[in-house]
């Protein structure tokens, strides 16, 4: 058993907090909402009053936080992290951000002799609720190596994507490739009901042909072939559209940074902008199956 101190219970942060709680761990739990902590005491954990009460002593540092800014200042400011860990404890980032960001909270980590990776997520509200989330892991070895236990607690795969940075690396162009072939399987779907087909038989026949991907076969964009998809819930979400949208931003400003040609992905971000402008802010990112089809007033 670690003591863990979890800041940010977000919808994924709380999910991943409980099953943190649900292996044993000490669990010191902050978010600037109470409600949130609340219910993560109502779990098992501990509710800290501030950063200091959460982070000191701690074994682990989990941090689940909405964008660079907000990391950066937690470890980096006065009073934050980096001034208040033990020196032996693993710090371990998994918001998703900006990959500068990452590696410039890791370099100054590295300065104060932390051990610290930056590991983002994949697999939604659902996967962070049952434990079964992926980690794609940035940092040197020795972090990743005592950064796993925790994280295999929280997920089903543990990956290391390589040096500092290269967990935010994939997620981004992971998410990148979901937005597009979401997008894709959309248009297929949609096109195939205007022609007649119907949309359980173009699933079955589709999700064994040459178009078979993810967001057809695990997470299908129309009701019916997949019961435990946002479709069959009203696109309630489980990654909501403005969470892919801050994805596909993150994806564009990297591609640019880096000077690479992007044009699918460019087109995918202009696309969710637009869903999420016209009334999509609060449905999942499959959803956008309803803006392609002209239903979004």
């Not at 208040?84 to 100054?108: G, H, N, P, W």
């Not at 435990?228 to 559209?241: C, L």
């Amino acid at each position: 058993m670690a003591v863990v101190a979890f800041i940010g219970l977000g919808n994924m942060g709380s999910g991943m907090a409980a099953n943190l709680v649900k292996a044993g761990h000490d669990v010191r739990a902050f978010d600037l909402n109470a409600d949130a902590v609340a219910a993560l005491v109502d779990k098992g954990a501990t509710a800290a009053s501030d950063l200091t009460h959460a982070v000191t002593g701690a074994d682990a540092v989990v941090t689940m936080l909405p964008a660079g800014p907000h990391v950066r200042g937690v470890y980096m400011d006065e009073g934050g992290v980096l001034s208040l860990a033990r020196k032996d404890a693993v710090l371990i980032d998994c918001s998703t951000i900006d990959v500068d960001s990452a590696r410039a909270v890791a370099e100054k980590a590295a300065e104060a002799g932390f051990a610290f990776v930056d590991a983002p997520v994949s697999g939604g509200v659902a996967a962070a609720e049952g434990g079964t989330l992926t980690f794609m892991v940035g940092g040197p070895e020795d972090a990743f190596a005592k950064a796993e236990p925790i994280l295999s607690n929280m997920g089903k795969a543990v990956i290391r994507a390589g040096e500092a940075g290269a967990g935010q690396a994939a997620k981004i162009c992971n998410n990148m490739l979901l937005g597009i072939h979401m997008i894709g399987t959309c248009e297929a779907m949609n096109l195939a009901i205007k022609l007649g087909l119907d949309p359980q038989n173009f699933f079955d026949i589709a999700s064994k042909a040459s178009g078979q991907n993810w967001s057809l076969t695990s997470y299908c964009p129309v009701p019916g072939p997949v019961p435990t998809a946002p479709s069959n819930r009203d696109y309630k979400p489980g990654f909501a559209a403005p969470m892919m949208l801050k994805d596909l931003n993150l994806a564009m400003q990297t591609s640019k940074s880096a000077g690479m040609n992007t044009p699918m992905g460019e087109k995918a971000q202009t696309i969710y902008d637009a869903f999420v402008e016209q009334g999509g802010e609060e449905m999942d990112f499959s959803g956008v199956i309803k803006w392609l089809a002209g239903e979004m007033k």
